[in-house]
């Protein structure tokens, strides 16, 4: 998905004005499929300022840095990755 950047609401206000003039033309010259189509582009438009609003209020979340546990698997108890462990029928 697509985020954008608030600082960028200027212009998303000049792409809005751009697009409700080319509706308003669209209409008057009786242009019903490219009426329909800016219709939708206004809408995803608008959901999309909304996804912004709410974005700006989320504040990042700090996860820290991972530690090494204590008395974890060394390097050598580790098995390849893709590899599988000894069965029972692999020792006959």
């Known amino acids: 998905m697509l985020t954008i950047n608030p600082k ?41 300022r909304e996804q912004t609003q709410r974005l700006i209020h989320i504040s990042p979340v700090n996860l820290g840095m991972p530690g090494i546990r204590p008395g974890g698997p060394s390097s050598a108890d580790r098995r390849p990755q893709g590899s599988r462990p000894p069965s029972a029928s692999d020792s006959r």
Do not use: C, N, Y
């Not at 212009?11 to 189509?37: F, N, P, Q, T």
């Open 8 to 48: 960028m609401f200027p212009r998303l206000d000049e792409i809005e004005d751009d697009l409700l003039s080319r509706r308003s033309r669209a209409a008057h010259e009786r242009w019903l499929g490219e009426v329909e189509g800016l219709d939708l582009t206004l809408t995803f438009l608008q959901q999309k």
